[in-house]
């Protein structure tokens, strides 16, 4: 009898029900806007913070965003607004 990990029926189930990804896994979600605006979701804490680099830490992962004049518009325990000039998004 073959085994199946937790993991891998848990992403077998989410597939099958369409359930939404970031919910489920508790994954960092970024949307920009053009090259002057990222909403981030799902981060659980600031590393760094810059006019330059912004680095955060996700469930799963390091976020750093790189450019120039950036800034926390504004942050909630879910969600952050950062603007400035983006130059990066890399994922550590």
């Not at 799963?60 to 450019?67: A, E, F, L, W, Y």
Request: overall charge positive.
């Amino acid at each position: 009898m073959k085994k199946i990990s937790f993991s891998h029926f848990k992403e077998n189930v989410v597939e099958t029900l369409e359930l939404p990804k970031d919910l489920m896994y508790g994954a960092v979600m970024i949307t920009a806007t053009g090259r002057r605006e990222i909403l981030i979701e799902n981060y659980r804490g600031i590393l760094e913070y810059s006019t330059e680099c912004i680095r955060l830490q996700a469930k799963d992962c390091r976020v750093c965003i790189g450019g120039k004049s950036l800034n926390i518009q504004y942050y909630t325990n879910e969600e952050m607004k950062i603007t400035g000039i983006i130059k990066s998004i890399v994922y550590e």
